[in-house]
């Protein structure tokens, strides 16, 4: 089955800084990636999200970078604000062809933005 | 928040009782999905169904078992056989198989 590995397991940045936050993933025939943000004690909920059709998907201050040869992807977040402290989790699925949208996560990375 | 109920959101049992967790949406999604969330950890499929009357196992079904007789609920019950019940449990939705996945408000179980 589908593997995602994900790092760092937690990052800490100064406010205004930019954080990256990387994934890689097992299975060539994964097709669609999501991105959720988990604030403490709350549900996951998506960011952003890519399809192995593109190689890069922006919204405001945040984007995602695929590279399906090397097998990663992974999440920008430019001019951090505290209110992006939070967990953040990469998934992968094999979508449409899978047996039903099987999202495999990763184990989160822990975001504390720094005022 | 995304029209998927979860309930209670705190539960406590006492260890070797089967317990019942309800996931009801009304997006009128196909695909309903449960996940395991231990402390520090992602998010494991316990089971999943893209279609009423229809379910398949997840990665760590041990222990669970799902019904899917309305297309608006999934309930989830923890039986006396799963070894580490005691986790928060998130079930989520989608339109299609393809589709992005939307969260319920989790429910947290604790077995002592």
């Known amino acids: 089955g589908e593997n995602v590995e994900q790092h760092p397991s937690t990052l800490s940045v100064q406010e205004g800084d930019s954080a990256v936050i990387k994934c890689t993933y097992s299975d060539s025939a994964s097709n669609y990636f999501p991105w959720y943000k988990q604030e403490l004690g709350k549900r996951p909920q998506l960011i952003i999200d890519?399809?192995?059709?593109?190689g890069e998907k922006k919204d405001q201050r945040i984007a995602v970078t695929l590279n399906k040869t090397a097998k990663h992807f992974s999440l920008h977040i430019t001019e951090t604000q505290p209110e992006d402290s939070a967990v953040y989790f990469c998934a992968a699925s094999g979508g449409i062809k899978a047996a039903g949208n099987k999202l495999t996560f990763g184990g989160g990375t822990r975001v504390l933005v720094k005022p | 928040d995304g029209g998927i109920t979860q309930s209670p959101k705190y539960l406590f049992r006492k260890e070797g009782q089967n317990v019942t967790l309800s996931c009801e949406q009304n997006?009128?999604?196909?695909?309903m999905y449960w996940y395991r969330q231990d402390p520090g950890q992602g998010l494991r499929l316990i089971y999943y169904s893209q279609i009423v009357n229809d379910f398949q196992k997840g990665d760590i079904a041990e222990g669970y078992s799902v019904s899917r007789e309305k297309k608006e609920s999934f309930p989830l019950t923890v039986t006396s056989a799963q070894k580490n019940p005691t986790a928060f449990y998130l079930c989520?939705?989608?339109?299609?198989?393809?589709?992005?996945?939307?969260f319920g408000p989790g429910t947290r179980l604790t077995v002592t």
């Open positions: 989520a939705s989608s339109k299609d198989r393809a589709g992005e996945q939307y």
């Open positions: 997006l009128n999604h196909d695909a």
């Open positions: 890519i399809r192995s059709n593109v």
